[in-house]
Nanobody, 125 residues
Framework: QVQLVESGGGLVQPGGSLRLSCTASGRSISSNAMGWFRQAPGKEREFVAAINWNGGDTHYADSVKGRFTISRDNAKNTVYLQMSSLKPEDTAVYYC??????????????????WGQGTQVTVSS
C-alpha cells in the first residue's frame, strides 16, 4: 500500500510564497491522479487542486486559481503545490491524496483513496 507524506509547510507573510511536497513510498503513483485538499479549524475539508497521471490535466478551486500551481515529478514519485500571493484565508492544514479511479479529476474528498497526514500552512504578518 502507498504511504503519502506532506512537507514544506510553515509560517509565511501575506503575499509570500511556499511550496508543498507530497512524496509517496511503498508504491508508484505514476499512473494515478493526485489531489490537494485543505482544512482549517472548525471548517470542512475543501478541495484545492488536482492533477492527472501525467500532468496533462489540472483542476483548481476558484479560490486559488492564478495563485497556486500543482505539478508532479513521477520519477521522484512526488507531487507539488506551489503557492504564491498567499492570503490569511489560505491558513489550513494541507493534505495530499491519491485517486485510484479512472476518469475525470474530482473535487470530492470521498473520491480519494489514500491520504497523507497533512502539513500546516499559516499565513500571517
Amino acid at each position: 500500500q502507498v504511504q503519502l507524506v506532506e512537507s514544506g509547510g510553515g509560517l509565511v507573510q501575506p503575499g509570500g510564497s511556499l511550496r508543498l511536497s507530497c512524496t509517496a513510498s511503498g508504491r508508484s503513483i505514476s499512473s494515478n491522479a493526485m489531489g490537494w485538499f485543505r482544512q482549517a479549524p472548525g471548517k470542512e475539508r475543501e478541495f484545492v487542486a488536482a492533477i492527472n497521471w501525467n500532468g496533462g490535466d489540472t483542476h483548481y478551486a476558484d479560490s486559488v486559481k492564478g495563485r497556486f500551481t500543482i505539478s508532479r515529478d513521477n520519477a521522484k514519485n512526488t507531487v507539488y503545490l506551489q503557492m504564491s500571493s498567499l492570503k490569511p484565508e489560505d491558513t489550513a492544514v494541507y493534505y495530499c491524496a491519491v485517486d485510484y479511479a479512472l476518469g475525470y479529476l474530482s473535487e470530492r474528498a470521498r473520491q480519494y483513496d489514500v491520504w497523507g497526514q497533512g502539513t500546516q500552512v499559516t499565513v500571517s504578518s
